[in-house]
């Protein structure tokens, strides 16, 4: 099985580096199958934390971070050995967080990293509000943790694996699985019409 | 009639879960490579080697395999011959996985499931308990993630869909899971029982090493012919095109009633962490 150019491609990946939180110039060169070594600032949240986001957003109260430019990475790290920021640390499926994402990029968050397919709702809104959808190596938790240089938690502390969490990270490795044009990297799967 | 103290048990089901979580079997690890071998896509080889990484590298700095270090999936063979002494059963291998959990630092995945509160110790543990002759005490462990478990489904098929229908069951659900159960998996499957038995039967044959076929010649030959249409699938690692989207079917198979087909399948990723201690 030939690996298959990306929908919408025929373009040759490329490689960037960047740095978060990321601007609408960072994020408009990208296109499917390209590789981003990203580093700075990015916030992890999965499911709990968003719904609380979410009801933050509504009641009108503090968001644990600005939304301005950020790069969410949906995770829950392993508890951290002595010595180290983080434990294992990979990413965790996406669509379970589908509800949520359109609204917040329409306020400003510019990329989620995660694993596996994101509806249709939320690759619309990457076309409408120039976002991105990187995809990391999923259960590669060790060796992913390995590009992560710091961990504090900064807000839904209650939350334990969910809690939200600020990571500095350094030449954090991804994909660009779903890009500002509507493109998607995933294989279509060769089922008989 | 033999003995066996809860705190050894206890003892053993500690060590054993912060193994597992930390050493891929070999049986897995040799898949991984033999399929890098085989990969045509280059993405697919760049993360099957990233995976081989990713092994040693947990076995070297002693971090979890994944941060999703699962909920804790216990199957017993209790011998009939065999008593234990101190707590219960259930107590000591609940007991030894918290305190696995805990020293080892592996993530507690366990909640509530409508509020969501998490219950802070990976607490309460599946166990499914066999009773069996003799007085032996064999103990497996499943390290169960999230992300894989939620691809799996049960479903009730006629008896006239048959063997086709399994089948075409199965190639349906591996499609439509794509990239998110993280490919390349391994699936169990079970069929017949009853409703309740056939995710069991699915679940148990994940247990079975990628290495021994079932050894009823006929469902191995099945096992083979479902491992060989999925992967003509072109899912690929992570779901991003290639060869490698399963790297091992496994079949588990019970008589079921008349009037029914039942079916399951459970998806395994390619962190598949599982373990046994005989006490």
């Keep these: ?32 199958g390209d590789r981003v070594l990203l580093s700075g600032i990015i916030y992890t949240a999965r499911d709990a934390a968003h719904k609380k986001i979410i009801q933050a957003l509504e009641s009108g109260s503090e968001l644990p971070f600005p939304l301005k430019g950020a790069v969410i990475y949906y995770v829950g790290p392993s508890p951290a050995p002595e010595g180290r920021p983080i434990g294992s640390a990979g990413p965790t499926t996406s669509y379970r967080m589908d509800s949520y994402t359109p609204r917040l990029h329409s306020l400003g968050v510019k990329a989620t990293i995660g694993k596996g397919k994101r509806s249709q709702d939320v690759k619309d809104a990457l076309v409408r509000h120039n976002a991105v959808y990187f995809g990391a190596t999923g259960g590669a938790g060790a060796l992913l943790s390995q590009r992560i240089e710091s961990s504090k938690i900064i807000a839904f502390d209650d939350l334990g694996p969910e809690a939200v969490r600020e990571l500095v990270v350094r030449d954090f490795p991804l994909l660009v699985v779903n890009d500002a044009f509507g493109g998607e990297l995933y294989a279509k799967p060769n089922l008989p019409d | 009639m033999r003995t066996v103290t809860s705190s050894d048990i206890a003892d053993r089901v500690a060590e054993m879960v912060v193994r597992a979580n930390r050493f891929l079997p070999p049986d897995v690890l040799t898949a991984i490579s033999r399929a890098k071998g085989n990969e045509s896509s280059p993405s697919g080889k760049e993360i099957l080697g990233q995976l081989e990484e990713n092994a040693a590298l947990a076995r070297e700095s002693g971090l979890p395999l994944c941060q999703d270090t699962g909920m804790a999936v216990f199957f017993v063979e209790l011998g009939e011959q065999c008593r234990v002494e101190g707590a219960s059963l259930r107590e000591a291998i609940t007991q030894g996985m918290v305190r696995g ?10 909640c509530h499931p409508l509020t969501r509160k998490n219950t802070g110790d990976n607490t309460p543990a599946v166990i499914h308990v066999d009773l069996v002759e003799g007085d032996g005490l064999k103990i497996s462990f499943m390290a169960k993630g999230g992300g894989s478990e939620n691809m799996s489904r049960v479903t009730m098929l006629s008896p006239a869909q048959g063997w086709k229908g399994i ?6 659900r591996v499609a439509e899971a794509g990239p998110n159960p993280c490919p390349p998996t391994m699936l169990g499957i079970g069929i017949g029982g009853s409703f309740e038995l056939a995710p069991k039967l699915a679940k148990q044959a994940l247990l079975r090493p990628l290495d021994q076929p079932h050894p009823d010649q006929e469902i191995a030959r099945m096992e083979q012919e479902l491992l060989d249409e999925i992967n003509s699938l072109g899912i690929g690692p992570m779901g991003l095109g290639g060869d490698t989207t399963c790297l091992g079917v496994r079949i588990n198979m019970a008589p079921c009633h008349i009037a029914s087909l039942p079916l399951a399948v459970n998806v395994q990723c390619h962190s598949a962490r599982h373990e046994e201690v005989e006490l």
């Design chain 2, 167 to 172: 089948k075409e069951f199965v190639i349906n």
């Design chain 2, 101 to 110: 959990y805990q020293d080892g630092l592996l993530r507690k995945s366990m």
């Design chain 1, 1 to 32: 099985m030939p690996f298959r150019t990306p929908r919408g491609g025929g373009t040759v990946s490329k490689e960037y580096r960047l740095q978060a939180p990321l601007r609408d110039e960072d994020v408009i060169q990208l296109k499917v």
